[in-house]
């Protein structure tokens, strides 16, 4: 059985929350500021948080500020996405990634979709 990466989606209504939870590989906690990022179809992945490496400093899109909340826990090298107060264009592929400098990211899963219904 293969083990997903990212998980926690699901269909959810609108004002409803959902938890994200990404088991990257390796110790990636340790190497990588991490992030989540978001798809919907015919759209770039946009960048929805992310978490310093060391620190645990955050960053949010405008988008999402005041309803979602990135955190990690170190000893399970997994980084988790609390989504509050979910909006129907919150809708989408929802991928954890390791920050590279030249500003891509490396990911290690197929995503986990999410689904606000309104």
């Known amino acids: 059985q293969v083990q997903r990466v990212e998980s926690g989606g699901g269909l959810v209504q609108a004002g409803g929350s959902l938890r994200l939870s990404c088991v990257p590989s390796?110790?990636?906690?340790?190497?990588?500021?991490l992030a989540w990022l978001r798809q919907t179809p015919g759209k770039e992945r946009e960048f929805v948080a992310d978490?310093?490496?060391?620190?645990?400093?955050?960053s949010y899109a405008d988008s999402v500020k005041g309803r979602f909340t990135i955190s990690k826990d170190n000893n399970k090298n997994t980084v988790y996405l609390q989504m509050n107060s979910l909006k129907p264009e919150d809708t989408g592929v929802y991928y954890c990634?390791?920050?590279?400098?030249?500003?891509?990211?490396?990911?290690w899963g197929q995503g986990t979709q999410v689904t606000v219904s309104s």
């Open positions: 978490i310093a490496r060391f620190g645990g400093t955050t």
């Open positions: 990634g390791g920050a590279l400098d030249n500003g891509a990211y490396l990911y």
């Open positions: 390796g110790r990636a906690v340790y190497q990588y500021t």
